[in-house]
């Protein structure tokens, strides 16, 4: 069965499914996009993350978290490949244990080769507790399904998904009392018509994590910004889709076939980590990366290349520039660089 017939059997059985609903069956259900077809996050396929661009990402955040002191346990939660892994963990010693859980079989596949046999979960409730060290997360909360509030004068209603032909269409359904409360406490200013993506599924994520937790840090990087970066993003709402590294169709037209992702509120995130005692701190991703040393590795790498360069050797010096403007990539202001980076120490 296709994603767009469970749908319609589901919308036709119960009414217009709620936005969040329509998301987890499109991304993660039978047949959906994370669960079909090939791994996504790769150059071969739908988009490229930090990791994937250059191994400068995982090691530099590999020294954060040597810093930090990872006493045992190493998880990564939305793996991908397992390259973020695969570059970070010789930055910490033997004795730590890694783990990756993955929600896409084929990403899990992949896995296998970077961590230990039997450490590669689907979903928390796999893993050991208490944990001891850090959990990260590289674009995993943006994928994760969120509602629909749309302001309607003083107060809101959702946008559910309801039967359009072979299609699909919104309609907007009375609001939930927990999306509203979401939408007024992390929405902002926002004006008549305007659409707040209520990530109530990130605040359960990232409280059952917080949970596990017992001591040390959670990492979660993505796009994204505060109450505040966000408003001017209202009137149209951040919700997308990619296909193919290229923003795709509208995400009702061909569920299951496309990457459906929001930017990431990382004030309700900070909101999560303060209730749960824990301490956050919220950077971009090129201030992050620069504090702990990539700048100073880009600049040696110049060096490097010049004295190539100079030396006549012209594969090392195409190999380092080359491994220079990927480095440089992850700090892109207006790329890569203007992602996100929350810490949260327990
Ligand atoms: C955008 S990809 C990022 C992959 C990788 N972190 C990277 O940076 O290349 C998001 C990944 O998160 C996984 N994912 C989504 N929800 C998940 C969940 N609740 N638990 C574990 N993995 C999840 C998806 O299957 C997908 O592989």
């Known amino acids: 069965m296709s994603v767009s017939e469970v749908l319609h059997d589901r919308i036709e059985a119960d009414g217009p499914v709620h936005f969040d609903e329509f998301m987890e069956i499109a991304l993660y259900g039978d047949g959906g ?3 079909t077809g090939p791994l996504r996050s790769a150059a071969t396929g739908d988009f490229l993350t930090s990791p994937e661009v250059s191994p400068w990402f995982g090691r530099t955040l590999g020294r954060f978290l040597a810093a930090k002191g990872v006493e045992r346990h190493l998880v990564e939660v939305g793996a991908g490949s397992g390259s973020l892994l695969e570059t970070l963990l010789p930055e910490l010693g033997v004795g730590v244990e890694a783990w990756a859980v993955e929600a896409s079989p084929m990403a899990r596949d992949s896995l296998g080769d970077v961590v230990e046999s039997g450490r590669v979960v689907g979903s928390l409730s796999g893993l050991p507790a208490p944990l001891s060290g850090a959990i990260i997360a590289n674009e995993l909360i943006d994928n994760l399904p969120v509602a629909l509030a749309v302001r309607r004068g003083s107060a809101w209603v959702e946008h559910a998904v309801a039967a359009a032909g072979d299609g699909f269409e919104f309609v907007e359904v009375p609001v939930r009392p927990a999306v509203a409360e979401w939408a007024d406490r992390f929405g902002g200013a926002v004006s008549e018509g305007g659409i707040v993506e209520a990530q109530l599924a990130a605040a359960t994520w990232l409280t059952d994590a917080l949970a596990l937790l017992e001591t040390g840090v959670a990492v979660l990087i993505d796009y994204g910004g505060t109450v505040e970066e966000l408003e001017p993003r209202r009137q149209q709402g951040t919700l997308r889709t990619y296909r193919g590294h290229h923003l795709g169709p509208d995400p009702l037209l061909e ?13 309700a ?12 701190t919220l950077q971009r991703q090129d201030d992050f990366l620069a504090e702990w040393g990539l700048r100073d590795e880009v600049r040696d790498m110049k060096h490097r290349e010049l004295a190539a360069a100079r030396a006549g050797d012209t594969m090392p010096q195409l190999e380092i520039r080359t491994e220079r403007i990927a480095a440089e990539t992850l700090l892109h202001p207006r790329g890569l660089g203007d992602f996100r980076v929350l810490t949260v120490e327990v």
């Open 255 to 267: 569920p299951g076939e496309t990457d459906i992702t929001v930017d990431v509120n990382f004030t």
């Open 269 to 280: 995130l900070g909101a999560v980590a303060e209730a749960a005692g824990a301490q956050a």
């Open 33 to 35: 996009f994370f669960t």
